[in-house]
């Protein structure tokens, strides 16, 4: 179990450093193409016709590094802007953030673009040598294998020598993956943070809109609550009040009537029990706090209208606060994937690094969603920003949607 458990955190691991190492491709060639643009701004500025292009190419600059900034930030520690680009030529080239953002076009267009590459051949190397053994006989036992592989290919059992090299190749690519995918960031890390100094102030500013965010949650969750509590419980408790003054008057008169009437009170008691518990299990879930994370999520994906597979590996117990907030978001999000997403499954993916806890939903219906359509994923947001955490949606059409959160939850 646990030699498996390995197995599938090493997949894990490289298929997310690939994954890492392609979007570093994808700034890298914005990056190529910017650094080639501003090589022929200055080239243009020595010939006395480029100067009015310049603002623009480091505009154009600011936009790739708060791409690469996103990027990073999808995948660790958050990356902070600086702030916007100085309007005047002259004031945006003694810009600390601006001359920093022009050393890492030049090392991620060169340095990333190589890396980028390479991570990505890597893969493709280890499936050509993996899967020649299926496709060796379109070839000419001359030509040789793929890659490197220059000798005569006589046979089944060549082709099979070959498959073991890619054996080879893939131990290369789990092995040199995620250290080529940091090796990648690591010019973004430290060099597109804004100094010190400034870094604290928009630190600072932030976590001002965070604690603003927390209090409008906070006071919408008052609100949901005084609703449920207004439209279902209270007029349930109304409706048995007057089924026993109207039970009372009619004992005298006539008790098979009477006997009704408590019957029908009953039901509705029993009705605002459950209303009340479900209101109870909103404000914070009794299992989340007597079983923890794992089986408060467990019952929710029984529960869902989607099959749901959830997959928690969290040692220890969080904050309260963390784990309800955890549990609102698998809430919200399995809610949108029965109403909208058309899935046919869904898998719930839980897991802690070190103080952060990293969670992840993933569907296979038809994608699409987005923040503006009203189901409830700007809701999501706020309530992972109001705990300092991290929210990112991708759901291009035609799916599959995964939603992933990062909260803190302490060492």
Known sequence: ???????????????????????????????????????????????????????????????????????????????????????????ALRDAGVRRE?????????????????????????????????WYWLLPPEAGGPGIVYWRIDGLVDALAVGLMGVGWLAVVVGLGPGLARLQAWPGRRL?????????????????????????????????????????????????????GAARRALARDPAVAADVL??????????????????????????ADRGLAAALTGLAGGSGVPCRVDVDVTGRCAVSVEATAY???????????????????????????????????????GGAAEADGSGIAGIRRRVEAYDGRFSLTSPPGGPTTLQVELPCGS
Request: proline letters at 5%; a positive charge; charged letters at 20%.
């Open 263 to 288: 019957e029908r009170a009953q039901d509705a008691a029993e009705q605002a029990l459950a209303e009340l518990r479900t209101v109870v299990r909103g404000i914070l879930p009794p299992v989340l």
């Open 102 to 134: 022009l050393g890492w076009v030049a090392v991620h267009a060169t340095c990333g673009f190589v890396i980028g590459l390479l991570g990505l051949a890597l893969p493709l190397y280890a499936l050509q040598f993996l899967t020649f053994p299926l």
């Open 192 to 244: 597109l943070p804004p100094s010190a100094g400034t870094d604290l102030s928009l630190r600072v500013a932030q976590l001002t809109a965070t604690r603003a965010a927390a209090l409008d949650a906070h006071a919408a969750e008052l609100r949901r609550i005084e609703r449920s509590l207004h439209d279902g419980t209270q007029n349930r408790l109304v409706a048995v009040n007057v089924l026993l």
């Open 1 to 91: 179990m646990t030699i498996r458990r390995y197995l599938r955190h090493r997949a894990h691991v490289s298929v997310d450093a690939l994954e890492h190492l392609v979007g570093g491709l994808g700034t890298a060639l914005l990056a190529l193409a910017a650094l080639v643009a501003l090589v022929a701004v200055a080239v243009s500025c020595a010939a006395g016709v480029g100067l009015l292009l310049a603002p623009s190419a480091l505009r154009m600059v600011r936009a790739i590094a708060d791409r690469e900034r996103a990027r990073l930030t999808r995948w660790g520690p958050e990356v902070i802007g600086p702030a916007p680009v100085p309007e005047r030529l002259r004031a």
């Open 328 to 366: 609102f978001v698998v809430a919200e999000a399995l809610s949108n994937v029965a109403k909208h997403s058309g899935a046919a499954t869904a898998t719930v993916t839980v897991r802690r690094a070190g103080d952060r806890l990293l969670l992840r939903v993933d569907d296979d219906g038809h």
